[in-house]
């Protein structure tokens, strides 16, 4: 940063995602301000639970552990078709270390990132509207303006000028209105939501580790923990069937009892309600010039599997490590346009799939119904079905079509078969270090000291010491550029594992080289810090290795 600019990145919006961008941010060592036009955190529940991508992700910015502890975690969902149970799925096989939705709400979430950035000194500047967003070749400047106790936006306004600003300002955000990226939802008529937040009791066990879901004729319906002894009872039907205003409690209980076949089922003592319809859409561009958006400010979503603030993280992350490394000049701007590719295209698909789910779920009829209450058991999936889509956990996400990725082996190489390629996310697995510290792929990929950003050179030797030094030619080869951190991982029993010269782990089992369906083949893989492969090739690959990361780094000094 230079004494030009305030700071080197505005936030505008300290919801969920806003606070997600700054804890990243924080993560790397960015300087930055984060704008809220409301006077202090959310009193709305929304957006509630967090899935094992976006877990993952988290973890790699080091809050995943801090919203866990405000939350209830729940591996099981229980389903029911007209009041009889069909199917009762659990989350504890996903390939992750965090295969467990987490519960909370989202003024808890909020709470928790909050006191996450106030431990490394940094604060929301709540009360403060961004206005007057104008950027050139260099930068961006904007108008802050504070908010009075009556909501109007009439204080003493600062003149900030900063390097780069991201809209985290939600679905009804002006800074995508400001850069010209505006869009208009599409919406899905015929069909509403009500929610309301409370104490629940029933004739089922409290047991916070369970999420149920109803089918009914025309509708669909849930009980969900929370957080503490909150539940929520949402319920999606025929707007003519609903009032176009918020439910009262008596309303909720009354329709509760009907879909769940219980008399006794009740929610007193209510912390939140609300009433709504459906909209979906993508803004035509996810960055103009040095503004970038993420969130809701990007895409709006419906309510299917909880994706809309978890796609929020996930744009939070992706965006916050591409940032840092621009600012630090070691990456081109072609990082930041690969951030507006890629999250725009993965919105968008999941967008087709949500609008496919919702119709898929609410437009069952009595034969539909029928068929899914007599397979349900016997088809372990049958709830993504339901959902329309078979990821819910969005573990299979990936940017295969990005510049960011280059595939080396050939479409009809029998390692491409069933493999992790260029743009997929990475797989867990155990290693042990050279040190005998057992680790995981992911503990090692990620960036703990704050300073590589996360990226990882990893170099398999195929269960054969003879490729250490092709595999070490392509360490050296990035040496000059310090924040690729090579990691040869041995296969090779014979191996003495001090050659050559770098950080090792041991893969005796080929459990690392299974997982990456690489089994008995040397590779050269280069991961991203968001844990997808930005490179996959062998051995004899290394110049185009070289180029691939000369497309989005900084050129390096000629002598």
């Known amino acids: 940063m230079t004494a030009s600019f305030d700071t080197d990145v505005i936030i505008v919006g300290a919801g969920p995602v806003g606070l997600a961008i700054a804890c990243a941010l924080a993560h790397h060592g960015v300087a930055f301000r984060i704008f809220e036009r409301a006077p202090g955190i959310s009193g709305a529940s929304k957006g509630h639970n967090v899935i094992a991508r976006a877990q993952e992700l988290l973890a790699s910015i ?7 502890k405000i939350s209830h975690i729940a591996p099981y969902t229980q389903y029911m078709l007209d009041g009889r149970p069909i199917h009762r799925q659990s989350t504890r096989d996903l390939p992750s270390p965090y295969p467990d939705v987490l519960f909370s709400n989202q003024g808890t ?26 950027q050139d070749a260099d930068g961006v400047a904007v108008t802050v303006v504070p908010v009075g106790d009556d909501g109007e936006a009439s204080g003493a306004a600062m003149e900030l000028r900063c390097r780069y600003l991201v809209g985290a300002d939600g679905v009804k955000g002006t800074v995508r209105k400001a850069v010209g990226l505006d869009f208009e939802a599409e919406d899905l008529p015929g069909w509403a939501i009500r929610q309301i937040d409370g104490t629940l009791t029933w004739r089922r066990p409290i047991e916070r580790d369970t999420a149920f879901f109803f089918l009914f004729r025309h509708g669909f319906a849930g009980v969900l923990p929370v957080w503490k002894d909150q539940y929520r009872l949402f319920l999606l039907e025929s707007g ?14 009354e329709r509760g009892r009907e879909v769940t076949g219980d008399a006794t089922f009740d929610i007193a003592d209510p912390t939140w309600v609300s009433h709504g319809t459906f909209r979906h859409g993508v803004a035509p561009g996810y960055g103009a010039g040095r503004v970038f958006l993420a969130g809701d400010a990007a895409h709006a979503n419906l309510p299917i599997g909880g994706q809309g603030m978890n796609s929020g993280f996930i744009d939070a992350v992706s965006l916050g490590w591409r940032l840092a490394m621009v600012l630090a000049d070691a990456g081109t701007p072609t990082l930041l346009d690969s951030y507006a590719e890629e999250r ?6 999941l967008d087709a799939q949500q609008v496919r789910g919702f119709r898929q779920l609410m437009g069952r009829g009595r034969a539909a119904d029928a068929v899914l209450g007599a397979i349900a058991g016997a088809v372990p999936q049958v709830a993504d079905y339901v959902f329309g889509g078979s990821d819910l956990a969005q573990l299979d996400l990936n940017y295969r079509d990005s510049r960011l990725s280059e595939e080396r082996f050939g479409q009809l190489d029998p390692r491409l078969a069933g493999s992790t390629r260029a743009g997929d996310r990475v797989p867990d697995a155990p290693l042990v270090l050279n040190d005998g510290q057992a680790t995981t792929l992911f503990d090692q990929i990620r960036n703990p000291e704050g300073r590589s950003w996360g990226w990882r050179l990893l170099l398999l030797d195929g269960g054969d010491r003879k490729t250490h030094p092709h595999l070490a030619a392509a360490a050296d080869a990035l040496s000059p550029r310090d924040w690729v951190r090579p990691l040869l991982v041995i296969a090779d029993p014979a191996s003495s594992g001090d050659e050559p010269l770098m950080s090792a782990a041991w893969d ?9 369906g690489l089994g008995g083949t040397p590779a050269i893989l280069l991961v991203r810090p968001d844990g997808h492969l930005s490179f996959r090739g062998g051995a004899a690959d290394l110049p185009a290795l070289v180029e691939h990361v000369a497309t989005f780094a900084v050129p390096m000094p000629t002598s």
Do not use: F, Y
């Open 62 to 68: 080091g809050v995943r552990d801090t919203l866990a």
């Open 109 to 134: 979430i909020e709470a928790g990132l909050s006191k996450h950035l106030e431990a490394g000194g940094h604060r929301v500047e709540h009360a403060h509207e961004v206005r007057d967003i104008r």
């Open 240 to 253: 003519e069937a609903m009032p176009a205003r918020d439910p009262t409690r008596e309303e909720m209980v």
């Open 344 to 349: 725009r295209a993965a919105n968008r698909r």
């Open 508 to 516: 005796l089992d080929q459990v690392v080289h299974q997982a990456l």
